[in-house]
Nanobody, 116 residues
Framework: QVQLVESGGGLVQAGGSLRLSCASSGTIFRVSAMGWYRQAPGKQRPLVASITSAGSTNYADSVKGRFTISRDNAKNTVYLQMNSLKPEDTAVYYC??????????WGKGTLVNVSS
């Protein structure tokens, strides 16, 4: 069984920072690509950042230079450091794990609310 639990969201002023965490249970973390997605009301759920099992990263253009994704395999945890936050970053942030099986797993999300 695989379970993903996000944490670290909250209310922050524009220009501030937050660090999101996604803790994974199960045995698939080390062979999984991990990603952070976000969804605002009435919007799609685009990819924000991803990291492969080998540590290669990818970012959406909207967050490049501001967000950093990382993983700690010893803790089965992936992080998203978010700096210089903007109101348009407000969304529910979801963690996704994609192991070799091709079956993806999603967390329930954590809300990030950036005020002006």
């Amino acid at each position: 069984q695989v379970q993903l639990v996000e944490s670290g969201g909250g209310l922050v002023q524009a220009g501030g920072s937050l660090r999101l965490s996604c803790a994974s249970s199960g045995t698939i973390f080390r062979v999984s690509a991990m990603g952070w997605y976000r969804q605002a009301p009435g919007k799609q759920r685009p990819l924000v950042a991803s990291i492969t099992s080998a540590g290669s990263t990818n970012y959406a253009d909207s967050v490049k230079g501001r967000f950093t994704i990382s993983r700690d395999n010893a803790k089965n945890t992936v992080y998203l450091q978010m700096n210089s936050l903007k109101p348009e970053d407000t969304a529910v942030y979801y963690c996704r794990a994609t192991p070799w099986s091709g079956v993806d797993y999603w967390g329930k999300g954590t809300l990030v609310n950036v005020s002006s």
